[in-house]
């Protein structure tokens, strides 16, 4: 089914690529995700061809029919009749690195949970106007260095607090090769999959 991640996921992939002439070349190498951080074949070749108009007979080789009009399939979606679209979770979307020890802290936040390693600090969003010159660079170096955490193959329950809740984490997991657009409104440059806690402390 067409999930809200797929929503979201087609939006921000969609404005990018309408987005993307006319861009400084510090926007342009973050506004679409590469093609080698695609885990198949398929999704890399959909990755290279997302600025490329179909044309009618396109439809069924890359391009769908919708509204009178054809338009280009995105990576990591499926088709599932005409109207029905499935994405494919993420390890099977994007290249992973291998699996290895993470310690750092979980921000639990409606819609705006990530995950900030040891020696690191939580990337800041440009406090300017989005009209103020170079916000859009600042912006999407911030986004960049979002990592979302997705905790839903392990026993971590979700416990939202105003300002974010806070856990101490030390666990197994991977994270995504490259940069692409996760979690809450494509707003996290990375995603790490947690696949085995070790430990977790409350701070807050």
Known sequence: MLTMRSVLALACTTAAAAAYAGQSDVVK??????PEVYAQAED?????????PCAEADVGR??????GRAH??????????????????????YRMEAPRRYTGIWIDAFEGQHFIPDDTTAPERPRTSPETPGWREEFERA?????WIDVSRVNLKHRHRAGGRKVRLEFIGRQTIGLGY??????????IIVDRVIASTELN
């Open 72 to 93: 280009r399939e995105f990576p990591c979606t499926r088709r599932n009749g005409a109207a029905t679209v499935e994405w494919l979770p993420t390890d099977q979307c």
């Open 143 to 147: 986004r960049a260095a979002t990592i």
């Open 29 to 34: 190498a973050l506004d679409l995700p590469k």
């Open 182 to 191: 996760f979690g809450h409104l494509g707003m996290s440059g990375k995603e």
């Open 62 to 67: 890359g391009c769908y029919q919708q509204d």
């Open 44 to 52: 890399r070749k959909r990755a290279r061809l997302l600025t490329t």
